[in-house]
């Protein structure tokens, strides 16, 4: 069975929201707490960090075209999707 992805939206202390993909969300967002040097380099001394959003997605190809369009919505879309007021594209 194909390892199951997961796009998932952190949000910094200055209220920014990070994108990213995983298929552990758990492991990376303690990643992404800890700083370096595995955590990503734009979230680096911006905590405390919330995981604000995560869901599964299918797999690596799926889950990158996805990131992909997410990271291009504005903030609002954004927000909303953590609010649960929109869902996400079916068809990334």
Known sequence: MAEQWHLYL???VAGSLYTGITTDVPRRFSEHQAGAPKGARSLRGKGPL???FHTQVGDRS???KL???VKRWPRTRKEALVRGEIT???DA
């Open 88 to 90: 996400l594209p079916c």
């Open 10 to 12: 952190v949000r910094t």
């Open 67 to 69: 990131e992909w369009q």
């Open 50 to 52: 919330t995981l604000e």
């Open 62 to 64: 799926q889950a990158s």
